[in-house]
């Protein structure tokens, strides 16, 4: 039996205008030694033919199909059926630039990481105007564990650790340690990137942008509404404090850091309650927007958070109020801006932390 250097998993749910483009740039790839593995998690749209036509045409493409159970269960599905020596994950409606599996396939076999990440480009596309940010570091060869964590804040804070698709993980290390995505339907990337933190011994970073990504304004699930965003968020805030507590790495700044990064979260729940996905009443919306506010975790992660400009300064003291008038207006005011102006949010959303 061959086995593949890569097993690419892609979960696909109602992909039919994108995924063709993504699929193709995976087969483009300049290293052709890879598995990649679709499930379609019960897609009502002409997913399903497209797929049937693509696996007809490669043999090293393969499908799998489960009724809607969401993303996190379809990339898990995904991974059980994996047998590659690293693991990549992407979704179905971005493209990867040609030489992503080649700079991985570099970078693992001569430094043999845990896991490893490159750089991307993002756009935020909306009605309007398409907006496209790099995000990058230099290259990076860490082998301990504790260079790791030491420059883990950074990388966090250039928005560079949250997501899956820009890593490669050593297929052995997730096994053995029974990583999984959770069922959450946010944060679900975070949360387990946090458990690969956990056991991650050596990292690598290659500087190239070799993903592009696509966040297609309100219809991103990012920007919708979800009963779990706050637990969510929760758990990756205190799962974030207790890796660095027990590394004897959890010092004021890296406290500060984590707040603050908790913070902006907090701060896109309460704009989701403008998504037209958010099915609460005026009365409902001021319960959830008063209920967060009095989270234990969102008074200490205020009490905390001495990290930012003016600007994030500025929004801490109205979460610190804990108005809820106050702090709908505000939220108001970041999703009103996002449909007027989206380019400039976008660039302010992005800005490191240390920048706000």
Known sequence: ????????????YNAEKYISDTIDSVLCQTYP?????????GSTDDTASILEQYEKRDPRIKILSQPNKGPSEARNNGISATCGTYLYLMDSDDLLMPTLLDEFHHTTIQNGCSFAACGYQMDMVSERQTTSKIFSHEDLVLKNRSEFLDILPTLMNEHLMYVVW????LRQMITDNGIKFTSYRSCEDRLFNIAVFNCAESFCFIDQPLYHY??????????????DKLESL????DGMNLLFQKASKLDDKNQSLFS????????????????PSCP???????DYVKQILNR??????????????????????ILKTRFVWLNKLMAWGIDFTSTRAAALLFKLKHKSSSNL
């Open 234 to 237: 929760e758990a990756f805030y």
């Open 260 to 275: 603050c990064l908790f913070l902006k979260g907090i701060l896109a729940c309460f704009v989701t309650i403008f998504n």
């Open 214 to 227: 696509f966040c297609r304004g309100n219809a991103s699930l990012v920007n919708r509404y979800l009963p």
């Open 280 to 286: 609460l009443d005026a009365k409902g919306k001021n």
């Open 166 to 169: 820009n890593k490669v993980y």
């Open 296 to 317: 234990d975790s969102v008074r200490s992660a205020v009490s905390l958070c001495k990290t930012g400009g003016l600007s994030f300064k500025l929004i801490v003291l």
């Open 33 to 41: 030694d890879f598995e990649l593995i679709v499930v379609d998690d």
């Open 1 to 12: 039996m061959n086995i593949p250097y890569f097993s690419i998993v892609m979960a696909a």
